[in-house]
């Protein structure tokens, strides 16, 4: 029972350079959400997507890219990483008929 | 718009002690209010739920009562436990694209 897989788990970036974090879950849910955490900030919603094919920004969208690829699959793009995206990022699934998120296990992302 | 409101902590206990962590919301019509916990190197998982006014949630020795005339969902455990050391989030899904707003998140140290 996999749930929400992210990849990859740890990564590290030069200012500039461009990566994508991909993220999978086999729950058959409609909604997915990236969130980013950082000390004293709590979770901040980065963008979701309601359905396949749909997309939207969160609180904190700049300098971030999203594509719905799929009901399966949500990937989040830095084009140019800054030393600001330094966080740890989480995918999460929503589950209409729980009524709860599931998270991913997160994504280190050091941008030096 | 919806908000969450909770001391960042960190909270430190001694083993068997009575633990409260407080969260008051902010939001329109009738949400569902959640407490999720994040153990080190982890992604959040699910701790209890209440979906309508004077609901208790529960689950580990933990609880937490729907109050909707104080908006509050404050969480109790009457004996923490060293295991218990965590980070917790006070969350709630408001509206009706299910949109979760997420507390700061309080660090909770349980010494033995």
């Known amino acids: 029972n996999a749930g929400v897989t992210q990849t990859p788990k740890f990564q590290v970036l030069k200012t500039g350079q461009s990566m994508t974090l991909q993220c999978a879950q086999d729950m058959n849910h409609n909604s997915m959400y990236w969130y980013r955490q950082d000390p004293g900030m709590g979770l901040r919603l980065i963008y979701y997507?309601?359905?396949?094919?749909?997309?939207d920004k969160g609180e904190v969208p700049n300098g971030y890219n999203v594509s719905r690829l799929n009901k399966r699959e949500f990937s989040l793009r830095l084009e140019s990483a800054a030393p600001s995206q330094t966080s740890v990022y989480f995918c999460a699934s929503f589950s209409a008929g729980a009524g709860e998120l599931f998270f991913g296990e997160g994504s280190r992302l050091t941008v030096l | 718009g919806d908000s969450v409101t909770q001391m960042e902590g960190p909270v430190t206990l001694s083993e068997e002690a009575f633990l409260t962590i407080n969260c008051t919301y902010t939001a329109t019509g009738y949400p569902s209010l959640f407490w999720y916990v994040q153990y080190p190197g982890e992604g959040l998982q699910l701790l209890l739920k209440?979906?309508?006014?004077?609901d208790k949630g529960s689950n580990k020795g933990f609880e937490a009562t729907y109050r909707k005339e104080t908006t509050s969902f404050h969480l109790e455990k009457g004996s923490v436990q060293v295991s218990d050391s965590a980070v917790y989030f006070c969350a709630l899904i408001g509206g009706g694209y299910q949109k979760v707003t997420f507390g700061i998140g309080t660090k909770l140290q349980v010494i033995p």
């Open positions: 997507s309601a359905s396949e094919g749909t997309t």
């Open positions: 209440a979906t309508k006014a004077d």
